[in-house]
T-cell receptor, first 115, second 111 residues
């Protein structure tokens, strides 16, 4: 998975609890992304980062926050998890902004269940 | 082809046959496209890409065709193998924007 490690791989939590998912890369790519994957939808962008401490919102950012304190780590936090956030979460990396030849490479995913 | 809905389109092929997976993309301004393969329980894996100034691109056992007139993309897999069983989806990119991902087609290879 292109030098990308997501942790944990599986998590079950209760509504209202905070959850943090971690993405770690060894490729030294500038861009990192968090997506969610749900039945009936393509991958949907939550947040992305274009450098240390530089982040921006994606299509479905409500209820999520991110942080990037080091090039290699990108954290996704659900401040107060809800059942609608039950999903599979994927981290991706790319050398440049989405576009020609800036292919996004994905981690193995984290399956999150909010009960 | 791909569509938004709870059930993925499915394609079943015999081992050794050729597979054709289709994708209708949404925006005529999209100029870059990627095909991904996603095996069960794994992350999406890059297969092949194509830019809008081309209408065909070949890789190892795979060919992508682009028809900009009807906003259609196809992925052809030659001599399909059991290891090709997976969900395949396309991604489109408008310059300066993020990728937009399709919902995918589930390919099953019958030995």
């Amino acid at each position: 998975d292109a030098g990308i490690t997501q942790s944990p791989r599986h998590k079950v939590t209760e509504t209202g609890t905070p959850v943090t998912l971690r993405c770690h890369q060894t490729e030294n790519h500038r861009y990192m992304y968090w997506y969610r994957q749900d039945p009936g939808h393509g991958l949907r962008l939550i947040h992305y980062s274009y450098g240390v401490k530089d982040t921006d919102k994606g299509e479905v950012s409500d209820g999520y926050s991110v942080s990037r304190s080091k090039t290699e780590d990108f954290l996704l936090t659900l401040e107060s998890a809800t059942s609608s956030q039950t999903s599979v979460y994927f981290c991706a990396i790319s050398e440049g902004l989405a576009g020609f030849k800036n292919i996004q490479y994905f981690g193995a995913g984290t399956r999150l269940s909010v009960l | 082809g791909e569509s938004v809905g709870l059930h993925l389109p499915t394609l079943s092929v015999q081992e050794g046959d050729n597979s054709i997976i289709n994708c209708a993309y949404s925006n005529s301004a999209s100029d870059y496209f990627i095909w991904y393969k996603q095996e069960s329980g794994k992350g999406p894996q890059f297969i092949i890409d194509i830019r809008s100034n081309m209408d065909k691109r070949q890789g190892q056992r795979v060919t992508v065709l682009l028809n900009k007139t009807v906003k259609h993309l196809s992925l052809q897999i030659a001599a399909t193998q059991p290891g090709d069983s997976a969900v395949y989806f396309c991604a489109e990119n408008i310059p300066g924007n993020q990728f937009y991902f399709g919902t995918g087609t589930s390919l099953t290879v019958i030995p």
